[in-house]
């Protein structure tokens, strides 16, 4: 079941969404080589409850940490570890989801860390590009296919693939809702738009094939099957009449760079 949101409710969500953006650049800080992914995710835990909220990932389905970190060839759900350090040239995908006064908000942001491939940066570059032509799709009287469609059409035409297994999401209550919001589709199919729904948009891209498979040891860890690098940036996104109202911001984590 959909559950349309007030204004207010709105408002309460992007505060948390805001906060989540917040902990993203503060964690950003620390993407360095050498560094563990454990650290990064103590960081980022801490920088949560300072700021009043609670980590929602953590516990969630028994996931044990607060950020899922996913490094290189991991698509998401990586888990953080102390044997797990950063290296340059790596990319570091971040996801975060908090609960601040009841409402949740829920953004991804793929960092890098040192020189990095410029074909992986050209990656991360469309990947990004296709999360906002699917944000654009986030006016009442669209479908939720209209969204996959374009995040699929931009990352296909510049020879990328699209993970079929993981989806977007409703988002705000709580941490996935109805409807999911697949990255890819046709146009004018799934449910309907309206004022009022709150959505995270989170396009996982690949450089190779779209294949991926999950760890049988953990559980989680969502990795390419061709071990090629895969892409991951998430906003949340409140339906408007006619303009989406994006929610959640990369704005902090671009201004550290
Ligand atoms: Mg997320
Ligand atoms: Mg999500």
Not at 62 to 84: K, Q, R, T, W, Y
Not at 121 to 142: D, I, M, P, S, W
Not at 208 to 237: I, L, M, Y
Request: aromatic share 6%; proline share 4%.
């Amino acid at each position: 079941m959909i559950r349309l949101k007030t204004q207010e409710e709105i408002e309460l969500i992007r505060e948390s969404a805001l906060l989540v953006g917040k902990t993203l650049a503060e964690v950003g800080k620390y993407v360095k080589p050498g560094v563990t992914t454990a650290f990064l995710d103590k960081i980022g835990e801490q920088f949560i409850r300072d700021n009043g909220a609670t980590p929602v990932f953590k516990g969630y389905n028994g996931f044990p940490a607060a950020l899922c970190i996913s490094v290189n060839d991991v698509v998401v759900h990586g888990i953080p570890s102390e044997d797990m350090f950063i290296k340059d040239g790596d990319i570091v995908s971040i996801d975060c989801g908090t609960n601040l006064n009841g409402y949740i908000g829920d953004s991804a942001y793929t960092f890098t860390c040192g020189e990095v491939r410029p074909e992986v940066l050209r990656l991360l570059k469309v990947t990004k590009e296709a999360l906002y032509l699917g944000l654009e799709k986030c006016v009442e009287g669209n479908r939720v296919g209209d969204i996959g469609h374009a995040i699929q059409t931009h990352c296909e035409k510049n020879g990328y693939t699209v993970v079929r297994e993981l989806c977007g999401h409703g988002v705000g209550l709580k941490l996935h809702e109805d409807p999911s919001v697949s990255n890819f589709g046709v146009k004018g199919t799934g449910p309907l738009l309206k004022e009022g729904m709150v959505i995270a948009v989170e396009p996982m891209i690949n450089l190779g094939s779209k294949n991926v498979k999950f760890s049988q040891e953990d559980g989680w860890t969502c990795r390419t099957k061709d071990g090629k690098p895969s892409a991951h940036f998430e906003h949340d996104v409140a339906i408007g009449k006619h303009a989406p109202d994006i929610l959640s911001s990369f704005e902090p984590i671009e201004n550290i760079k």
